[in-house]
């Protein structure tokens, strides 16, 4: 047999957005102040929903964990990558860089889910308003919950097992700006036709099954809606879930042109682009589609700022 000297690959070089040391700076900052304030907005809205009494329900309950899963979709990525920027060093470790997946893989998953379970909490609240109560308990929504940090956990381990066993011996170059799972696939020297049809297979059952209950829901919900009489009850029923529709859109328009479009080798700045838009701009825009749009979130804020006002005053 004929012996061949492989270089292992024990580090990967993350290239970020291709562009001049400037640019790059420059980035380095937007990306820093995006982060802030997803950050920030995320934060606030876990502490109005925890002030506000009013706001200890069912559906702002969801909400404040997908604020704080948001805090922590954008604190996997951002922050490693403003470092490497304004050090120079763009060398992540292999065990950091399955860390990183491992995490990515689980907010982005139990972000997907916990937007399923929102429709269905307003297709409950629209459509069966008599058995809501019932139906969305708080034991029953932190059960839910609950379950559904396991079910992301593990599928998430599944893919950093996986990514584990392959070996990478060529280039250590990964066009991104994090470790995603498509761009280590592309740097792999083995055969990865299992990892693929386990993302095709797990990974778009847990993509596309929340997107069709998503879909469901709103399609009972405006038929509900269109049949009601008066038109201050359809302007409520809407406004309740216009937030959660708008949220809804922005995440999964860019995670499709992401993860179901076909790989594009040669276009690495598309895919970096696109993912942008879901892991930073869409957990940034969060707090404020539904602090702007939403009146209870609005009077819950006012509310907290006036009593810290007075706080301060005392």
């Known amino acids: 047999m ?23 700076h420059l980035l380095s900052v937007l990306f820093l102040c995006m982060y802030l304030a997803a950050t920030l907005g995320n934060m606030l809205i876990i502490a109005t929903i925890g002030f506000d009494s009013h706001l200890h329900s069912p559906m702002y309950f969801f909400l404040s964990n997908l604020a704080f899963v948001d805090i922590c979709f954008t604190s996997t990525t951002v922050p490693q990558m403003v470092v490497n920027i304004l050090t120079g060093t763009k060398t992540i470790s292999f ?44 034991c029953l929504c932190v059960q839910l919950v609950a379950g559904l940090w396991l079910v992301t956990y593990l599928h998430a381990l599944l893919h950093t097992v996986l990514i584990a066993q392959l070996s990478f011996c060529a280039s ?7 470790c995603d799972l498509n761009p280590l696939l592309q740097l792999s020297c083995s055969d990865i036709s299992f990892n693929v049809m386990i993302i095709f297979a797990v990974g778009g059952l847990l993509a596309l099954m929340p997107l069709v209950c998503i879909l469901i829901s709103y399609g009972l919900i405006f038929s509900t809606v269109l049949k009601i009489t008066s038109t201050q009850g359809k302007q409520r029923a809407v406004s309740t879930c216009s937030c959660h529709l708008s949220v809804v859109v922005l995440f999964y328009g860019t995670a499709i042109a992401v993860y179901f479009s076909p790989s ?51």
């Open 2 to 24: 004929e012996k061949r000297n492989l270089t292992v690959v024990r580090e990967f070089v993350l290239l970020g957005l291709p562009s001049s040391a400037v640019q790059q």
């Open 264 to 314: 594009s080798p040669h276009m690495p700045e598309s895919d970096t682009l696109s993912t942008i838009m879901y892991s930073m701009v869409a957990p940034m825009l969060n707090p404020f589609i539904y602090t702007l749009r939403n009146r209870d979130m609005k009077r819950g804020l006012q509310k907290m700022l006036f009593k810290c006002t007075v706080f301060q005053q005392q």
């Open 95 to 138: 065990a950091g860089c399955l860390t990183q997946l491992f995490f990515f893989i689980s907010f982005v998953n139990m972000d997907s889910l916990l937007l399923c379970v929102m429709a269905y909490d307003r297709y409950v609240a629209i459509c069966h308003p008599l058995h809501y109560t019932a139906r969305m308990n708080l």
């Open 172 to 178: 250590n170059i990964i066009h991104h700006f994090f």
